[in-house]
């Protein structure tokens, strides 16, 4: 077997699997064989990244034997064996799993295999006319009638192979499965390409219809007051989980109480979506739904306003999106072969109690271990530099999702792009309509909100006579009104989750100053912003205690390093050297030095510093209205 050759699966798999109109939710299938081996992907593991050296390797001469071997005349009990003697295949140490489709790769007499599920080919395998169009259009493909999936779907393609091998002469190079997908197999790559092209030529030549995903207008206020009962109701109000929106007009035309069409659907998505229209009692609708079906739905589709992904956490969500999507694809493909026609009610019951299937989808969601604050919502104002910056990265890298909010917006993308799980939103702390779409941003993408941060903030230094009116109001408009418009956002929906989830604890975080602790000589526009800060931050906690909202501020003391102090034009340095509010102090490295003096520890604050301070606030649920020094012990709690 040479390298050359896993190199060009993987190149393969990687092709189709970036490709988002042939693979769904990271799914498909590719294989290698030789003469000894079989080379397959593993279960859960996803097409576009998969590299040569991740292959499942198994001896073909072991796999061989489940095609003639007698298994128990129980489903459940022979399925479990098949698997174990799948695993037995392996090579020695190999201990991934192989994918459930296996033995059906192992029968295609070529040798590489692509198994590929896209949107318009099942637009023809769910549909009524599907079977006779696809005779029509590929009389060299067999056609493969819905069966359980596993060793007896492998048995079934091994009967419809022979009986297309004893008519032809050779094997066949396309499979197609009812309600599942496509199987091509050849022995180059560029063959498989060939293969895929023309499938996918002649299928475009025969639909009609494309699917609308264009923009629709819809009640904001509405969504984001659905989604955060959603999420709470998903968490069992206990642990975040994750709620996204989306509307367009072909979701808006999708007749939810279509059943699934094919075994990713139900892995997803679950058998069917929980459907709500204005008026339905959304907790007795959920619980009637987890009733019914044994387990939360994943997907709620609202008549009228689009549709909720749920989960208990973004990947999920996010998944479980697409995959809806891609129902809306086929539903309208479908339409040019005669009409949707989900699974089969017997399938379907089979596809969700079936363990393999469990097992992919456990697979596809795991990913390592727990954090400190897994799954929360974090919202960071003034997040695109400085201690913002430093703050969302910490957050981040703590398992939060965090939202990077800035005027700078240009900077909150560039910053969102090498974060994982967070989003860039553009905004000015003293408009209050560009708040509140912030909030509506957050929670149409998170669908709430745990922690919100409110670090943006302005230092404007100067005496008595040098400060102006203007500067005056607007450091108290970023500094002291926009606390306030930001909280009164943030906390309507803390609320709506408080009213769904009454034990579940949330914050905000003021990110304040030790110049909020004590007064500060020729830079008082800045020093009563923080003062007053302090003044809201306890009095918001009085008043959101009941919605176990805790409200505390972080006072860091001076972050020298920082572009607030350091900027060689507008910095700080500058402003109190200029300012002479330090006396004697000739250059900024005077100044910096008078400062680094103040600090019994004898340095400036860091991001980590201020960053623990406000993990600690968040995991402390005995602490509201406190303002905790980050200052080196210059300033101390009195």
């Known amino acids: 077997m040479s390298q050359e050759k896993l190199t060009a699966l993987a190149e393969m798999s990687n092709k189709y699997g970036s490709d988002a109109s042939y693979v769904l939710a990271g799914g498909g299938n590719t294989s290698f064989k030789d003469k000894e081996f079989l080379y397959i992907k593993g279960s859960g593991t996803a097409l576009a990244t998969i590299k040569p050296d991740e ?38 140490g190999e201990n991934r799993r192989p994918s459930v489709e296996t033995v059906l790769h192992d029968l295609l007499e070529y040798e590489f295999v692509l198994h590929l599920h896209p949107a318009k080919v099942n637009g023809l395998t769910c549909s009524k006319e599907g079977k006779e169009t696809a005779k029509r259009l590929f009389p060299k493909a067999v056609w ?108 808006l035309d999708f007749e939810p109480e279509t059943l699934a069409f094919t075994p990713d659907h139900i892995v997803y998505c679950k058998a069917a979506p929980l459907v709500l229209a204005d008026g339905d009692d959304i907790r007795a609708k959920y619980e009637e739904y987890t009733a019914k ?44 072969f005669g009409g949707v026609s989900p699974m089969p009610a017997w399938l379907q019951t089979f596809i969700i109690n079936w363990e393999v299937e469990s097992y992919r989808a456990k ?33 981040t890298a703590n398992g939060a999702y965090v939202v990077i909010a800035d005027m700078n917006y240009e900077g909150a993308k560039a910053l969102s792009a090498a974060l994982p799980n967070s989003l860039a939103v553009a905004v000015n702390v003293t408009d209050e309509e560009s708040i509140k779409n912030m909030i509506d941003n957050v929670v149409l993408e998170y669908g709430g909100l745990d922690v919100f941060v409110n670090n943006a903030g302005i230092a404007k230094a100067g005496g008595l006579p040098e400060m102006t009116k203007q500067t005056f109001e607007f450091v108290t408009a970023v500094n002291y009104t926009g606390y306030f418009l930001c ?38 526009a800045y020093a009563g912003s923080k003062f007053g ?37 507008k910095g700080l340095f500058v402003q109190y050297l200029n300012a002479g509010k330090v006396p004697g102090a000739k250059t900024v490295a005077d100044v910096r030095k008078f400062y680094e003096s103040k600090v019994p520890l004898g340095r400036g604050c860091g991001i980590i510093d201020v960053a623990r301070a406000i993990m600690y606030i968040i995991e402390q649920e005995y602490e509201t209205g406190q303002a905790v020094p980050v200052t080196g012990g210059q300033e101390m709690i009195k």
Request: hydrophobic content about 45%; glycine content about 8%.
């Open 363 to 395: 697979v596809s969601a795991s990913a390592g271990g727990a954090k400190r604050l897994d799954g929360k919502v974090c919202v960071v104002t003034g997040a695109a530099q400085g201690f913002g910056r430093g703050i969302a990265e910490q957050l």
């Open 55 to 92: 292959f499942v390797k198994i001896e073909r001469d072991l796999l061989s034997v489940i095609r003639t071997k007698k298994y128990s005349d129980d489903e459940a009990t022979a399925e479990a064996e098949v698997l174990a003697d799948m695993m037995y295949a392996r090579v020695k």
């Open 293 to 336: 079906w044994g387990v939360k739905p994943r997907i709620v589709y609202y008549r009228g306003l689009g549709v909720f992904s749920c989960a208990s956490d973004m990947k999920g969500a996010k998944t479980a999106e697409s995959v809806f999507l891609d129902a809306v694809k086929i539903s309208v493909y479908a339409r040019s």
């Open 533 to 569: 800060g302090i003044g809201l931050t306890q009095s918001f906690a009085m008043e959101l205690a009941p919605y176990n909202v805790k409200v505390n501020a972080v006072c860091p003391g001076n972050f020298l390093d920082g572009p607030l102090w350091s900027d060689p034009e």
């Open 144 to 251: 493969v009638d819905n069966s359980k999936p596993g060793y007896t779907l492998a048995m079934l393609c091994m009967k419809e192979i022979e009986a297309y091998k004893a008519v032809n002469g050779v094997c066949p190079q396309l499979i197609i499965l009812e309600n599942h997908g496509i199987f091509f197999a050849a022995d180059t790559t560029a063959e498989i390409d060939s293969l895929v092209a023309d499938v996918m030529g002649k299928l475009d030549a025969e639909i009609k219809e494309a699917p609308d995903f264009s923009e629709v207008e819809f009640d904001v206020a509405k969504a984001t007051a659905v989604a955060p009962a959603l999420r709470m109701l998903t968490g069992d109000g206990k642990a975040p989980a994750s709620v996204r929106f989306l509307t367009n007009r072909a979701v």
């Open 487 to 524: 909280v009164k956002y943030a906390t309507a929906v803390m609320r709506i989750q408080h009213e769904w989830a009454p034990d579940y604890m949330m914050d905000v975080v003021e990110v304040n100053s030790k110049s909020g602790l004590a007064g500060s000589n020729k830079n008082f």
